[in-house]
């Protein structure tokens, strides 16, 4: 059987140790990607101080080896595991050979000349270099998260969006206004999402709102998938009503021509 062994929390909220303090995706996100790619076994370890204490060898060997009974084990080139990274590649080959357990090392995957990293695609991400980041990714970044009610204010001036609660520990573009495809039910629908606190309505949470043309359907408390693929604008305070409805006009029309674009012909057919 495949298994992806993962951590919960992730290490960087147990040492605090970046500057992005932020999930690329949220734990649901990842369980969904995982289920997704076909893993019989998806596992989630608790992560804390005591687990970080374990020496690279109670890792590997009874953790790994004997408590998964692990017959292959894959993972990167500069891979580095137990107590303050003192585990590497040749210690896991080392351990390898002797408990029976063939290690796979896989290259770093490159793009553009530069290694693929999380830190990369935070990078991209934080820059709203939302075409880099989803071409690391390899998917677009999306965000996934239930559909509560908001504050109505859309449906009264022909822009009805959805308001989508997402995990509070996600890495989210800078506040602004993107091109975005969304999934619900197994059906696709282009919109626009915000992403801010609407400062027009005297917002002061984070939100993520979607407009998704062509979509009539009430659906709170159902779940649904928002992929992100352009930077249009970025978050603004209008005077009024008026001039925010002016804007989302002009946003939904710049979401239009993004969508018939070559830029998007990359991801046409899958998403």
Known sequence: KSVVF??????????SNRKHNALIMSP??????????????????????????????????????????CKALIVG??????????????????LGAE??????????VMYEDERVSSTRVREALINKDIELANRLLTVPYFIYGEVVKGKQLGRT???????IIADK?????PNGVYATKSCYNGKFYYGVT????????????????????DFKKVIYGEYIKAYVFDFIRAEQKFPGVDELQKQLEND????????????????????
Request: proline content about 6%; overall charge negative.
């Open 169 to 173: 520990d996600k890495l989210f573009p």
């Open 28 to 69: 649901d996100e990842k369980r969904m990607s995982v289920e997704e790619m076909g893993v019989d076994l998806y596992i989630e370890y608790p992560f804390d101080n005591s687990f970080a204490a374990l020496s690279p060898e109670e890792f590997a060997v009874d953790i790994i080896f004997k408590k998964l009974k």
């Open 194 to 213: 915000n992403i801010g606190i609407n400062p027009t309505v005297n917002g002061d949470k984070k939100i993520v709102e979607t407009y998704l043309f």
């Open 99 to 108: 408990y029976g357990v063939k290690i796979i090392h896989v290259p770093s």
């Open 6 to 15: 993962s951590f919960y929390p992730h290490p960087m909220f147990v040492f």
């Open 157 to 163: 001036i022909g822009f009805p969006t959805i308001n």
């Open 77 to 94: 080139e500069n891979y580095k595991f137990g107590a303050h990274q003192k585990g590497d590649g040749a210690l896991l080959d080392r």
């Open 252 to 271: 939904a029309k710049s979401a239009e021509k993004y969508f018939l674009t070559e830029k998007y012909e990359f991801w046409k057919n899958k998403y």
